[in-house]
């Protein structure tokens, strides 16, 4: 009896083994597809992060514009080719 009913473990031991080994590699929501959201996510907080720092820069651009109006003479002429009276400007081809 007692040999039948450890065979009987084992056997419903290695079913749930079985079991639990399919569902991770085969199932819809698998180590390989965690994985690669793993990698997903990696790629997004890189991302992430080089946006934060072009917000950072494009931010304190717009507080020096705001703030000094040196600032905004030369972006001024940077951007909108704007030229004062006694000023000359050189075209080039």
Known sequence: MS???SKFIFLIY???SFFLLFEILFSEKNIFKF???Y???KEY???LINKKKEFETLENFLNNFK???DFK???IKDK???KEKGEKIFLYD
């Open 35 to 37: 994985h690669h959201n």
């Open 14 to 16: 290695f079913l749930i």
């Open 67 to 69: 703030n000094s109006d």
């Open 73 to 75: 003479k030369i972006v």
């Open 39 to 41: 990698d997903l996510i």
């Open 3 to 5: 040999v039948i009913k």
């Open 45 to 47: 907080q890189i991302t």
């Open 80 to 82: 909108l080719f704007y």
